[in-house]
Antibody, heavy 116, light 113 residues
Framework: QIQLVQSGPELKKPGESVKISCKAS????????MNWVKQAPGNGLKWMGW????????TYADDFKQRFVFSLETSASTAYLQINNLNIEDTATYFC?????????WGQGTLVTVSS | DIVMTQTPSSQAVSAGEKVTMSCKSS????????????LAWYQQKPGQSPKLLIS???TRESGVPDRFIGSGSGTDFTLTISSVQAEDLAVYYC?????????FGSGTKLEIK
């Protein structure tokens, strides 16, 4: 069956970086783009952008163009989200979710806590 | 950006009751070439990932109980739960995938009396 399994929770200090993984199984990784969605505590869902799993080209939503990096390790069917220069507002659960534009498959989410 | 507005923000109902929730988009989600509405509904239970209930405004996902009904077209959409069950306690989100950036509504929290 199709699964997206994300890495575990992270506790970071402001200014540090974090890299979250999302390992896909049960389908051909390069057949579908991977999207990332942010959910701050008690808040709704915000689409961060997507990465083309065939070319590796990322597309970022406007609010996520500066410190956020999507990448792939295609041989391992894994997508990554890196956040640089973390700040308190980055505290959230981050989900990977498989395209197409409606999201039938989601990772379990990775909680990133930024605290001094 | 397409703005998605969901109402109400929360709703409390008794088990067995019918509930409706609204989602309005700031522009039409109906693509003229294929006559499809690019609108999805999700259910998110506490501590869980969102679960896709409905795509294309009214197509129920496999395994989703038939008490969940999506309707509407253009800019006005509705999710109806015909007979609420206790396990339906969740936040419900609509999402448009007509254009990027993909956008979600702010959610309707369903509480069971």
């Amino acid at each position: 069956q199709i699964q997206l399994v994300q890495s575990g929770p992270e506790l970071k200090k402001p200014g540090e970086s974090v890299k979250i993984s999302c390992k896909a199984s049960g389908y051909t990784f390069t057949d579908y783009a991977m999207n990332w969605v942010k959910q701050a505590p008690g808040n709704g869902l915000k689409w961060m952008g997507w990465i083309n799993t065939q070319t590796g080209k990322p597309t970022y939503a406007d609010d996520f163009k500066q410190r956020f990096v999507f990448s792939l390790e295609t041989s391992a069917s894994t997508a990554y989200l890196q956040i640089n220069n973390l700040n308190i507002e980055d505290t959230a659960t981050y989900f990977c979710t498989r395209a197409p534009g409606w999201f039938a498959y989601w990772g379990q989410g990775t909680l990133v806590t930024v605290s001094s | 950006d397409i703005v998605m507005t969901q109402t109400p923000s929360s709703q409390a109902v008794s088990a067995g009751e019918k509930v409706t929730m609204s989602c309005k988009s700031s522009q039409s989600l109906l693509y003229s070439e294929n006559k499809k509405n690019y609108l999805a509904w999700y259910q998110q239970k506490p501590g869980q990932s969102p679960k896709l209930l409905i795509s294309w405004a009214s197509t129920r996902e496999s395994g989703v109980p038939d008490r969940f009904i999506g309707s509407g077209s253009g800019t006005d959409f509705t999710l109806t739960i015909s007979s609420v069950q206790a396990e339906d306690l969740a936040v419900y989100y609509c999402e448009q995938y007509y254009d990027t950036p993909l956008t979600f509504g702010s959610g309707t929290k369903l509480e069971i009396k």
